[in-house]
């Protein structure tokens, strides 16, 4: 069965340190963690009384692991059930970078129905697929999805080589993990 451990080096690896791009839709974003997931999530880490993006730049990686990939992503896919680690990699990895989708997108490849609901249906069918061919499959359509972000929306063409460049480092087998150095950014108009 997949674990998370595997899959979240990676993530790290990509998501860096804090972010606040004016044409990221996600605003304000440390280790790739929202300030609206963080909301969410509901931990005042700096005990101000409020949650806010303060609270965000403090995010450890066990925060983002245990209060925010397991129970909002990981989870959602059920992927403790998942017998392929590469395909449970791209599933939530997809489910993390662009919520709902990463689910439904999958479903429908499966050929269950496409709720965003990952139940006992929509895992039955992914552990009987060949992993190696739903696997391709899934990328090919993740790399659709993205080309499709960009046409209806140009301004976020900006960070289309950086979603592509991610999706090409998850191999069936094995993930890359990113070497170029992240940096902190904060934009402020």
């Known amino acids: 069965m997949a674990k998370v451990d595997i899959l979240l080096p990676f993530i790290l690896s990509f998501e860096g340190g804090f972010s606040n791009h004016p044409a990221d839709k996600g605003g304000a974003t440390n280790k790739g963690v929202t300030i609206a997931t963080w909301r969410q999530v509901g931990y005042d880490k700096d005990g101000d009384g409020d949650i806010d993006v303060d609270d965000l730049r403090l995010l450890t990686d066990a925060d983002v692991r245990d209060r925010v990939l397991v129970p909002h992503y990981w989870n ?5 059930l998942i ?4 395909v449970a990699n791209i599933v939530v990895d997809w489910v993390w970078a662009s919520g ?16 965003g609901i990952v139940g006992p249906k929509t895992l039955q ?12 499959e899934i990328k090919v359509a993740r790399v659709r999805f993205i080309r499709n972000i960009v046409a209806r929306n140009p ?6 080589s ?9 191999g069936f087998g094995s993930l890359s993990l990113n070497t170029i150095p992240v940096r902190t950014v904060d934009f402020k108009g």
């Open 76 to 80: 959602r896919w059920k992927a403790d």
């Open 162 to 170: 950086g979603w592509l460049r991610r999706l090409d480092s998850i």
């Open 83 to 86: 017998t392929s680690q590469s």
């Open 155 to 160: 301004r976020q063409k900006v960070f289309e």
């Open 100 to 115: 709902k989708h990463g689910i439904t997108e999958v479903q429908k490849l499966l050929g269950v129905k496409a709720d």
């Open 125 to 136: 069918a992914l552990n009987l697929c060949d992993s190696r061919r739903l696997f391709d």
